[in-house]
């Protein structure tokens, strides 16, 4: 049971270009959601957070929109730059010890 | 901050050897710490939570006898797969978080450890 639902296993964007990269849960209870930018052969680097008590976060070129009606998140790039391609995944916690569930990731390949 | 260090990157040995992963926290505390498993092209799939100086608590699935986690400080955790075979060949990776400051900590990562299994 996936509980957290990253649709697009891929995305292909400009250089300068917005990304938007979709996430989607089915469990109500997740009340904090994270991004995490992964290259190969390395562990995720956190990128930003959105607490559910909040629609939106800003940190320089990342914004992290939430809809808790429609249970949607997503991850708006802009602009894009070759080394944001990478893979993307969203995160969701209940708040129980932090522990997080990992949507399937993102492939962003930002072209020149 | 909060820069956490795997160890090794790599190991490739034998079935039936045992193999231990070391997971520190090089710039703060880490009061509980994550191991995950991840397959090629998969989620990351949370397999143990491990609280600094008690019992780890597994995941449904994951035998907490095949994967031994002792978190004796704020700042180490290791995993242990015990007489490895073939298919517990993946990328584990760690990660430690800072509770008990603030509410809604991120999990900061190391960069993972490849096992092979022969």
């Known amino acids: 049971d996936q509980q957290v639902k990253q649709n697009s296993p891929s995305l292909s964007v400009q250089e300068g270009r917005i990304s938007i990269l979709n996430c989607d849960y089915t469990?109500?209870?997740?009340?904090?959601f994270l991004w995490y930018k992964k290259y190969p052969a390395e562990g995720p680097t956190f990128l930003i957070s959105?607490?559910?008590?909040?629609d939106k976060n800003e940190d320089g070129r990342f914004t992290v929109f939430l809809n808790k009606s429609a249970k949607h998140l997503s991850l708006h790039i802009v602009p894009s730059q070759p080394g944001d391609s990478a893979v993307y995944f969203c995160?969701?916690?209940?708040?129980?010890?932090?522990?997080?569930?990992f949507g399937t990731g993102t492939r962003l390949q930002v072209t020149l | 901050g909060a820069v956490v260090s795997q160890h090794p990157s790599w190991v490739i040995c034998k079935s039936g050897t045992s193999v231990k992963i070391e997971c520190r926290s090089l710039?703060?505390?880490?009061?509980?710490m994550f191991w995950y498993r991840q397959f090629p092209k998969q989620s990351l799939m949370l397999m143990a939570t491990?609280?600094?100086?008690?019992?780890?608590?597994?995941e449904q699935g994951v035998e907490k006898d095949k994967f031994l986690i002792n978190h004796a400080s704020l700042t180490l955790s290791t995993l242990t797969v015990t007489s490895a075979h073939p298919e517990d060949s993946s990328f584990y990776i760690c990660?430690?978080?800072?509770?008990?400051?603030?509410?809604?900590?991120?999990?900061?990562f190391g960069d993972g450890t490849r096992l092979s299994i022969l």
């Open positions: 990660s430690g978080s800072k509770l008990g400051t603030l509410l809604n900590q991120p999990q900061h």
């Open positions: 469990n109500s209870m997740f009340d904090y």
């Open positions: 959105i607490s559910s008590i909040k």
């Open positions: 491990s609280n600094e100086g008690s019992k780890a608590t597994y």
């Open positions: 995160a969701a916690s209940d708040g129980t010890a932090s522990k997080l569930t």
């Open positions: 710039d703060f505390q880490a009061t509980t």
